[in-house]
């Protein structure tokens, strides 16, 4: 059966049971932290936008043998070495008034909800806590890979404010909604799963 009608009867589940399920075996993928990266980008008052870059740890993605639209993922990123090419920036960001990386050194994104939009694209909804405060958040993504590559660009909007992230001093010269993107890549296959 091609991945096309795989990924038409996906958006059936999805559409009518509001999150996707699937019955047959999955493979279970590593993300690569290495080829992977996460980026955010936020508006500034002095310089316009601040453009910085999050580290992956580790994360998984569960796929249908026959499909690169996920059952389900989850990611970790490392709050502590947030890069925004300044120093000082950076610190600032991992103090107590934004991100307290010493308290809450990861963050974490769990998904709860994958339905897709086409045979190469699909919105994820899950769980993402950050400042040690868990919101739903939306991402979209698109599938630019194949099954020997499979890889993703996702993009989301986050309110930083809604993880309690105020930066009291600073707060009236940064933008409150820090737009997100992620570029994905898996590993060979981890292990198969039967349901």
């Given amino acids: ?13 999805g559409l ?16 690569d932290p290495v080829k992977s990266t996460v ?6 008052i002095f310089v316009d936008r601040v453009v910085g870059s999050v580290p992956l740890l ?18 970790t990123l490392d ?22 990386a010493k308290k809450f ?17 699909f ?15 939306h991402l979209d993504v698109s599938i630019l890979g194949d099954a020997s590559n499979p890889t993703y660009h996702a993009t989301g909007h986050i309110d930083r404010h809604v993880f309690g992230m105020k930066g009291a001093r600073l707060d009236p010269v940064i933008g409150n909604i820090a737009d997100v993107t992620l570029d994905i890549k898996l590993r060979a296959q981890a292990e198969s799963k039967q349901p």
Avoid at 16 to 31: D, E, M, V
Wanted: aromatic share 10%; glycine share 6%.
């Fill in 105 to 121: 050194s990861t963050w974490t994104f769990t998904s709860t909800k994958i339905v897709p939009a086409s045979p190469t694209s």
């Fill in 79 to 100: 709050a502590t070495r947030i890069h925004t090419d300044d120093p000082d920036r950076d610190a600032s960001l991992e103090s107590a008034d934004y991100f307290d």
């Fill in 123 to 137: 919105g994820m909804d899950g769980m993402l806590t950050i400042h040690g405060v868990t919101q739903p958040e």
């Fill in 1 to 13: 059966m091609s991945r096309y009608i795989f990924a038409g009867m996906f958006c059936i589940l």
């Fill in 39 to 44: 980026q955010f980008s936020i508006e500034h």
């Fill in 58 to 75: 580790s994360g998984t993605v569960n796929l249908p043998i026959d499909s690169l639209i996920p059952i389900s993922a989850a990611v």
């Fill in 16 to 31: 009518t049971h509001g999150t996707l399920t699937f019955a047959g075996p999955t493979n279970q993928f590593a993300i």
